[in-house]
């Protein structure tokens, strides 16, 4: 079967609603029932597809999920957002930039970017209403910054394109350090721009600033004290060589139930197993597609298909400028009308061989990529994090896209920085 034939009829299925596993296992099936002497049957899908979810690094997934859920329920969020605009919240945008500061450090914690859209923005959303920002704006600010939970380390994300791709997690959470802060300073670049535009009600905000500074910063550090520690526990225990990303996300688990039962007494001992059932809610589809997922890759690389698309895309395009502009294309169209997860497993092993055969770094790549995807997360038709915003604020999905595309646009000017200056990613993993 022809690549571009093969790819679609994966559009085609897409477009029709099909389930992502059942599209993955089908279209992994189709060339052995087209040509037996494909050898790669159904006998060999099924091994792949269990055999995928046979890995170390992915156990990672799971616990992250469980820790996220976790500090979600603990009320985190608000303890953060407090910390945070103790010290900017009387400057120009200073409570918005808090808001986007808040997802940037619960990204830290969760590694999602629908739970730091929902954890912040259920708290935040109000708040900023209350100050007298458009409610439309401030809901655009949340749902677009929560994209920054999967490029902040420690990211799903990149546990997923390690295992797809054969590179480091450890090397994957270091790299995307710089680069989700980048992305966090241009939101919050616009975000000043559209207070300064649109002016603020100084008044307001300065009484409740005020509230928060009454409160001093010694017991407002007390307070967050144990939220601010989490990302140092994970991320330290990981760089200090102390743990592996999945026994650090063991670790995330044990420290997120002492904090929670013990710390912030957010949770009692008989919600435990209701917090376990929404944990298990979240992955347990999420694993399913990575299983099929796994059989789906193995067919493209055995058919060639891989092979053939990146000897495609060098030849026909000689400048390196181009190609880099073309992969961006690529990821950011698949990632408007596909989630990120699927979209990692299905690109990684067509657009990587691309990426290093113009001298790029997989690490660099895996980058790259994820912030693509991030923006796909805010993109009509499926923009996860815009469906979150919306059923928390009410606002039609079409409107809080149009709000968002102020925001996007800082996203992607980051974005080309991060592809065309390689030590935004790479200088810190050495």
């Known amino acids: 079967m022809n690549a571009a034939v093969f790819f679609i009829l994966f559009l085609v299925l897409l477009a029709i609603g099909t389930p992502m596993s059942f599209t993955f296992c089908g279209l992994a099936l189709l060339p052995n029932l087209l040509n037996s002497n494909f050898q790669f ?69 969760s590694g999602s970017s ?34 920054l939970g999967v490029i902040i380390p420690p990211s799903i994300s990149y546990i997923i394109f390690s295992s797809v791709s054969n590179t480091s997690p450890a090397s994957l959470f270091i790299a995307g350090i710089l680069p989700g802060c980048l992305i966090a300073a241009g939101l919050i670049c616009y975000a000043y721009y559209y207070c300064k535009r649109k002016g603020e009600d100084k008044q307001t905000i300065q009484m409740y600033y005020q509230e928060i500074r009454q409160k001093g910063l010694w017991k407002l550090f007390r307070e967050s004290f144990f939220a601010l520690l989490t990302p140092v526990i994970i991320l330290g225990s990981i760089y200090g060589g102390i743990a592996s990303p999945t026994e650090a996300a063991a670790i995330s688990v044990i420290y997120a139930f002492a904090v929670s039962l013990f710390a912030y007494k957010s949770i009692r001992f008989q919600d435990i197993p209701a917090l376990f059932v929404e944990g298990s809610k979240s992955f347990i589809n999420l694993f399913f597609i990575l299983g099929a997922a796994t059989a789906f ?92 915003g919306s059923g928390m604020s009410n606002i039609p999905i079409l409107k809080l896209a149009k709000a968002t595309i102020p925001f996007l646009l800082t996203f992607v000017i980051s974005l080309l920085a991060i592809t065309f200056i390689p030590g935004i990613s790479l200088w810190l993993v050495g």
């Not at 629908?114 to 959303?125: D, E, L, N, Q, Y």
């Open 41 to 109: 049957d159904a006998n060999s899908v099924l091994s792949a597809t269990v055999g995928g979810l046979n890995s170390f690094i992915l156990l990672g997934i799971p616990l992250f999920m469980l820790a996220g859920v976790l500090m979600a329920k603990g009320g985190i969020s608000e303890k953060l957002f407090g910390f945070f605009a103790y010290f900017i919240g009387n400057k120009t945008a200073g409570f918005p930039a808090t808001v986007i500061i808040t997802c940037l450090f619960f990204g830290a914690i």
């Open 114 to 147: 629908a739970a730091s859209v929902a954890a912040v923005g259920a708290m935040t959303i109000p708040f900023l209403v209350k100050l007298g920002y458009d409610k439309v704006f401030s809901t655009a600010v949340v749902t677009v910054a929560g994209g």
């Open 297 to 388: 890759t193995r067919v493209v690389t055995l058919s060639g298909y891989a092979t053939e698309i990146s000897n495609f895309i060098l030849s026909s395009y000689t400048g390196k400028v181009g190609i880099l502009l073309l992969l961006n294309l690529i990821m950011l169209i698949f990632g408007a009308v596909m989630d990120n997860i699927p979209n990692i497993m299905l690109l990684t092993p067509v657009l990587l061989p691309v990426a290093t055969g113009i001298g790029m770094d997989p690490i660099h790549f895996g980058i790259i990529m994820t912030a693509n995807l991030a923006i796909g997360m805010v993109t009509p038709p499926v923009g996860v994090n815009l469906y979150v």
